[in-house]
């Protein structure tokens, strides 16, 4: 289990980074899952009224993003600030659908395993999102908060330039089974921990992340340690090891921008 002096140690961290950047508080992106909602409680505890959180519907959005944000921002009183992407997603996404340029097949999201259609309309939605945020926050000096999860950066399972696009990391040291367990120790609304995770870009939850990995988080999450540990791994089922190892093989520089360095 999570220790519970986790919380505070977090928010004692973020205090640190956001003063190092001479900010005055926190953005931080809501969409109704649990892990903008641990990062919007965490800043709320660690920022007082220096916290905006911000809903961003755009053709991926169902109506429980909104209403779970709204539910996390009532229970932990965030102001937010409602911004319709959708006006901006749907004719940009015609536009680019526009250019006279092939487009090729592809199996997954860009480096990563993981399964996907039109990767290339999907991301906009992210993008999109993360550069609106980026707007509010140099506006009002606050940093972007980072609400992605040890899991899914190790999958690879984030857009880069989108909602890989952040400040700060709070949660991206721990995965996502301690995720839930944080939830509990904050006091997320029973709705939002017991939500199925996706990836909001379908507008249908049809993009669920287990269903897109092959395997549960708390499947990935236990199989990972291990590998870590150097622990037996035959405990566990061949095909489920063989997934994990795939899947983090696959986005293992996904971060990392390659530059030509010049000969001394």
């Given at each position: 289990m999570i220790d519970e002096n986790l919380t505070k140690e977090i928010q004692d961290w973020m205090q640190k980074e956001v003063e190092k950047r001479n900010a005055d508080g926190a953005v931080v992106g809501l969409s109704g899952g649990i892990d903008s909602s641990v990062v919007g409680a965490l800043s709320k505890k660690a920022f007082g009224d220096n916290v905006l959180g911000v809903m961003l519907p755009a053709n991926g959005t169902v109506t429980k993003d909104v209403e779970y944000s709204e539910m996390l921002a009532d229970k932990f009183d965030i102001e937010t600030l409602k911004v319709n992407m959708k006006e901006i997603n749907e004719p940009l996404e015609k536009r680019l659908q526009s250019i006279d340029i092939e487009g090729n097949e592809q199996e997954h999201w860009p480096q990563t395993k993981i399964p996907t259609p039109n990767p290339a309309e999907q991301n906009i939605q992210t993008r999109l999102r993360m550069m609106?945020?980026?707007?509010?926050?140099?506006?009002?000096?606050?940093?972007?908060?980072?609400?992605?999860?040890?899991?899914?950066?190790?999958?690879?399972?984030?857009?880069?330039?989108?909602?890989?696009?952040t400040d700060m990391r709070p949660i991206g040291d721990l995965n996502k089974t301690q995720v839930w367990e944080l939830a509990e120790v904050l006091g997320i609304p029973e709705e939002i921990i017991n939500r199925p995770p996706t990836g909001g870009c379908r507008g249908d939850e049809s993009d669920r992340d287990e269903k897109e990995f092959g395997i549960s988080y708390q499947d990935f999450d236990k199989i990972y340690e291990s590998i870590n540990n150097n622990d037996d791994l035959s405990k566990f089922e061949e095909g489920d090891v063989k997934r994990v190892k795939e899947l983090i093989d696959a986005a293992q520089e996904k971060d990392h921008i390659p530059t030509f360095k010049i000969a001394e």
């Open positions: 609106t945020l980026y707007y509010i926050a140099e506006k009002k000096n606050y940093v972007v908060m980072g609400t992605s999860n040890k899991s899914e950066i190790l999958t690879g399972y984030y857009t880069l330039h989108g909602d890989g696009a």
